[in-house]
């Protein structure tokens, strides 16, 4: 297949427009390896201060150690939005080269009830040790609900474990169990996975544990009614840490992690392929017309053009001609001022209301005061009245009494 170079990415002379040229993938994954590194080694050398935090292999690769574990990302621009609504619940892909396979990742389990029937399945002869090794908590969702209510329990719950997975039975009960804390970002948003037993699972297979009959499941309960075999369980979270998370939102752009800085270009560029077919196949709809373009990126770098369309629009309908799309630039300029005309005169009218308002506040304020005003007037009358009214007494009082004392002697 013969390829044409252009200024910033390379198609095909032959064939469908519409596919992804791994050359280019190829040659774009160097180069954003290469500056994430070179980026990393001149960090180091402007910088004196040594990380503590790092795990370097020796001493002068401080820098270099520590963003062997920086996610690279795919980023797929559509023409038009992929969903209409934010979904919490990933799509997966399976990547041939996975994204979780350090020995030293740390796993917790969030189960429905009881987790016991989790933990005895992992702790299972036929369950993997290596894979047991790396899941250090299992959590039941009544335990998650007593234990993990405050924001301190669960940001130390997040920074405790590198990779939280749960029973897709009970993973949409979990963003209101454990808050924005987990679903602010989606680095370490719990990863659903299928823990039921499969229906072709034969009659002669190790039988899953069951609750006991006097604890009915219903059809909204967090009760694990059946478990799989341990070596199916350990199938399935291996499979599910071999997956990218597809998180979908009413938007144009959707990111996927797809590698880390410590994989090779090939590996990059192998995984990107895979999440661009399975991403076009599985959920953009009108598949490779609506893709605008295709970039990957590290976490603090720009983003390097994998693939971009050379038209804009996802159908022919979508493109106007020029005098009706003048037409429409006209309709859209005249709601825009009649908008803003209709905007004015609402200020307007908020504006008369507050004068209105503000007049009967004065006029109500005034007649208040010359109503206390009045009041107090006739108050202070009335204590006038008393005091003159006391003092004519007194003055009676005395010019009374001399009589009184002449009479008495008199009589006597």
């Known amino acids: 297949m013969a390829l044409e170079a252009t200024g910033l990415t390379t198609r095909v002379t032959s064939g469908s427009p519409y596919q992804l040229d791994k050359s280019q993938t190829l040659k774009a994954s160097t180069a954003l390896l290469k500056h994430i590194k070179s980026e990393a080694k001149r960090k180091e050398a402007s910088s004196t201060a040594k990380n503590l935090l790092a795990d370097p292999v020796d001493d002068s690769s401080d820098e270099v150690a520590s963003i062997s574990a920086d996610p690279i990302w795919l980023v797929i621009t559509t023409k038009k939005h992929i969903v209409d609504q934010k979904r919490l619940k990933p799509g997966k892909i399976l990547l041939p080269h996975s994204l979780n396979i350090l020995p030293t990742t740390t796993i917790c389990l969030f189960t429905p009830d009881p987790q016991r029937t989790f933990k005895d399945a992992i702790a299972h002869p036929s369950f993997p040790s290596e894979l047991s090794a790396r899941i250090t908590r ?33 993973i949409t009960l979990l963003p209101n169990l454990l808050g924005k804390t987990f679903y602010k970002s989606s680095s370490k948003r719990p990863i659903p996975v299928n823990l039921e037993p499969s229906r ?131 309709a859209g300029q005249q709601r825009r001022k009649r908008k803003g005309r209709e905007g004015e005169e609402k200020v307007r009218e908020g504006e008369k209301k507050q004068k209105k308002q503000k007049l009967v506040d004065e006029g109500f304020s005034a007649e208040i005061k010359e109503r206390r005003e009045k009041l107090r007037k006739q108050k202070q009358e009335i204590r006038d009245g008393v005091a003159e009214e006391t003092r004519r007494s007194e003055s009676e009082d005395k010019v009374d009494k001399p009589r009184k004392v002449r009479a008495i002697i008199s009589g006597v």
């Open 138 to 170: 299992v959590i039941g969702i009544s335990k998650l609900k007593a234990r993990y209510k405050s924001f301190e329990s669960r940001r130390q719950l997040l920074a405790e474990h590198d990779v939280f997975i749960a029973d897709a039975r009970i």
């Open 200 to 330: 072709s699972q034969p009659k002669d297979s190790a039988p899953s544990k069951r609750l006991p009959a006097h604890k009915p499941a219903e059809a909204n309960s967090t009760s694990a009614r059946s478990l799989a075999p341990p070596a199916q369980v350990a199938h399935e979270i291996q499979r599910t840490l071999s997956c990218a998370q597809v998180y979908l939102s009413p938007a144009a752009t959707t990111s996927v992690r797809v590698g880390l800085a410590s994989f090779t270009p090939e590996q990059i560029a192998e995984n990107a392929d895979v999440v661009v077919s399975a991403m076009v196949d599985k959920f953009v709809t009108k598949k490779w017309r609506n893709v605008r373009a295709v970039h990957i990126k590290g976490p603090n770098t720009m983003a390097l053009p994998v693939w971009l369309a050379e038209k804009l629009w996802v159908d022919q309908t979508d493109v106007l001609e020029e005098e009706e799309a003048k037409q429409r630039l006209e």
